[in-house]
Structure formats: structure tokens, C-alpha cells
């Protein structure tokens, strides 16, 4: 099974809905993220947890809010979709206390596309 | 302001040739270097990580080298097989937080 999973993988909604992605992952990391992907552009950070009571800003947060439910679990909402974040979206984990040097681990991505 | 740059063209190589990707970044002073290999529709998988105060990393058919005067990285896949053929993202820790990625090179390795 995989460490790091993502639903749904690809979905189409239209302007002004509502809509969640769910990340889990069973790696026992405490750090997890959302980037989103657009071609040229690279990875974009949305926001991050260090821990189920630590949540932060990235750099593309506006639009976005998120939800970290347990350790495990980091959720992904689109308060009211709008036709420019449809994107390839990732989450990602790592480990604190691991090397100290943040790999991140990514789910598979889910494809958005918003009309 | 910072900046990461990758080779910005598609890299097209033959099957048994080395590929060499660049890596450039600007007002940073990175403690170390990840790279990643992305194949498409699929996330980013960890490769290669270097530290400041190493030269080169190998991993089997894959080298890494870190030039802190040069802020430059650079990524060499040697023997290289179609198989090789994906986008690599270099991405550098800008503080506690923040892992800031390149916007990738295609490789792609012709039989």
C-alpha cells in the first residue's frame, strides 16, 4: 500500500463549489504539506502542519484553507473554486526527526479541474 | 530576492549517453541540495540529497555535485536508458519550513 495517499485522484467541479481533498499518510510523519503544481511554474507551497496543532501559511495560501484532523490525516479546501486553481495538487510528509533535513515524501496528486 | 533556475529547455539525449542537468540558485546559502525525480501525473520522488560541505553523491548510475562558491548544482545520470526519462526538480531549504523547488528539466532518453 502507499505511504502517502491522496482522494480523490481526479476531479471536475465547477466555479463557486466547495470542494476537499483528502490526504492520509502511514509513515508516522508529523510534517505535512499541500503544494500545487502548474506547468512551467514548479511546485507552489499552499500551506503546511508540523504537528496536528501547527498550521501555517505557504506561499499561495489565499483561497485555501486546510484541516489537520490527526497526525496522520491533512485535508485541502477550496472554499469557492474558481477556474484558476484548477492544477495538479500534492501532498507531501517528513520527518522532524529524521535527518533533519525535510525529504518530502509525496502522495500521488489529484487532478482539479474547475470550469 | 531568491531564485532557483533549472535548465530551462527539455534535454533529448541517446540511450548510453550522460545526461547532465543544472541547478542554479541566487541569494541562497543552502545547508544541502535534494533531487527529485518526477514522472508525469505522479508526485515527486526523492533521488540525491548533498551537503554544503560535500563535493559529489553517488547513487548507483547517478551523480550529484554542490558548488557553494558557484551556487551550482549539478545532476549527471550516466549509462543513461529510456528508462531515465522523467522531469528532475532540484529544491533547496530556505528556512525551517520552506522547501523551495526548481521548475524541473525533462530528460528524455531515445533508444
Known amino acids: 500500500d502507499a505511504d502517502v495517499t491522496q482522494t480523490p485522484r481526479n476531479r471536475i467541479t465547477k466555479t463557486g463549489k466547495r470542494i476537499m481533498l483528502e490526504c492520509s499518510q502511514t509513515?508516522?510523519?508529523?510534517?505535512m504539506y499541500w503544494y500545487r503544481q502548474d506547468p512551467g511554474l514548479g511546485l507552489r507551497l499552499i500551506y503546511y502542519?508540523?504537528?496536528?496543532?501547527?498550521?501555517n501559511k505557504g506561499e499561495i495560501s489565499d483561497g485555501y484553507s486546510v484541516s489537520r484532523q490527526a497526525q496522520a490525516k491533512f485535508s485541502l479546501s477550496l472554499e469557492s473554486a474558481i477556474p484558476n486553481q484548477t492544477a495538479l495538487y500534492f501532498c507531501?510528509?517528513?520527518?522532524?526527526?529524521?535527518?533533519?533535513?525535510?525529504?518530502?515524501?509525496f502522495g500521488p496528486g489529484t487532478r482539479l479541474t474547475v470550469l | 530576492s531568491q531564485k532557483i533556475e533549472q535548465n530551462s529547455e527539455a534535454l533529448n539525449i541517446q540511450e548510453g549517453k550522460t545526461a547532465t542537468l543544472t541547478c542554479n540558485y541566487t541569494?541562497?546559502?543552502?545547508?544541502?541540495l535534494q533531487w527529485y525525480r518526477q514522472d508525469p501525473g505522479r508526485g515527486p520522488v526523492f533521488l540525491l540529497l548533498?551537503?554544503?560541505?560535500?563535493k559529489e553523491k553517488r547513487k548507483e548510475r547517478l551523480k550529484v555535485t554542490f558548488d557553494t562558491t558557484l551556487k551550482q548544482s549539478l545532476f549527471h545520470i550516466t549509462a543513461s536508458q529510456p528508462a531515465d526519462s522523467a522531469t528532475y526538480l532540484c529544491?533547496?531549504?530556505?528556512?525551517?519550513?520552506?522547501?523551495?523547488f526548481g521548475a524541473g528539466t525533462t530528460v528524455t532518453v531515445r533508444a
Open positions: 507531501a510528509t517528513s520527518d522532524s526527526q529524521g535527518t533533519g533535513t525535510d525529504t518530502q515524501y
Open positions: 509513515k508516522g510523519h508529523d510534517r
Open positions: 502542519s508540523f504537528d496536528v496543532k501547527d498550521i
Open positions: 541569494n541562497y546559502s543552502p545547508a544541502y
Open positions: 548533498i551537503r554544503e560541505n560535500e
Open positions: 529544491a533547496l531549504k530556505l528556512n525551517d519550513y520552506k522547501l523551495s
